[in-house]
């Protein structure tokens, strides 16, 4: 009951968000499935290119109805944002229109058709200025991983296991969180952001003190994976103080 309860309630509440609100319930239905790709119209004034599929619509009615991404932040402190598992970058789009053109965002995204997504809703929506995009993963490294890929976008994961359906693999670039700050000069992470399909554990317990110590916000999405879950991450960040 709860949960139909909260589905009915983002129904009603969709249309003023969207204003070409029935693009999302005809990916919610499947009807523009497969290769199409749509234009979310949003009342604030953002245009976002995205697939057809209801996994992107999900993340759009998620970062944009729920706002899941903008709680708890005091966001008039913020000047620094990074963007690990940008995708097509509706949370970096939400962050630069929100925090305007004091914001410096460095958005990353390893898949290369979610990046081209990324780079024309950042392109057309006026932010270049604000956001740094690059096409590589985070790792704790700096090398070459193998990334599986499937039909669902959002879902890219160097974790074969999380995945449904038929994979692919490619090679791409991997950087260490640490290589990246330094390449782009961030001193300081207002806010990081995290959504790596499962990494998110080796990218954060491996990060060294003195970069934990610069960080202020940290939000991210948590993975169940074989060795860990979010209670572990929730218990090793609140020993680091977060």
């Known amino acids: 009951m709860r ?5 009915l309630k983002a ?3 969709w249309p003023f968000v ?3 609100w029935w693009v999302g319930v005809f990916s919610y239905l ?3 499935s497969g290769n199409k790709e749509v234009l979310y119209r949003l009342r604030s004034g953002l245009d976002l290119e995205a697939s057809g599929d209801s996994g992107d619509f999900q993340i759009v009615k998620e970062v944009f109805l729920h706002k899941s991404y903008l709680k708890f932040i005091d966001l008039p402190t913020i000047k620094t944002v990074v963007d690990l598992g940008a995708h097509k970058g509706f949370v970096t789009t939400q ?4 925090l305007g053109s004091v ?11 979610n990046f081209k997504h990324l780079q024309r809703n950042v392109r057309k ?5 604000q956001v740094i995009m690059q096409n590589c993963a985070v790792y704790t490294k700096d090398d070459y991983l193998t990334l599986y890929t499937t039909s669902y976008t959002p879902g890219h994961s160097m974790y074969k296991e999380l ?17 990246l700050m330094k390449e782009h000069r961030f001193k300081e992470i207002d806010i990081l952001k995290i959504d790596i399909e499962g990494a998110e554990y080796e990218i954060i317990f491996n990060l060294e003190q003195s970069i934990l110590d610069h960080i202020k916000y940290i939000v991210m999405e948590c993975h169940k994976i074989d060795a860990y879950n979010v209670n572990d991450m929730v218990t090793y960040l609140g020993k680091k103080g977060f």
């Open 95 to 98: 962050f630069a229109q929100k």
């Open 103 to 113: 914001v410096r965002i460095l958005s990353v995204e390893p898949e290369p058709n």
């Open 11 to 13: 129904i009603l509440l």
């Open 18 to 20: 969207c204003k070409n």
């Open 163 to 179: 995945q449904k359906g038929k994979k692919k693999k490619i090679q791409v670039p991997c950087y260490s969180l640490k290589t």
């Open 125 to 129: 929506n006026g932010f270049s200025k």
């Open 30 to 32: 499947g009807l523009t």
């Open 3 to 7: 949960i139909a309860l909260k589905a």
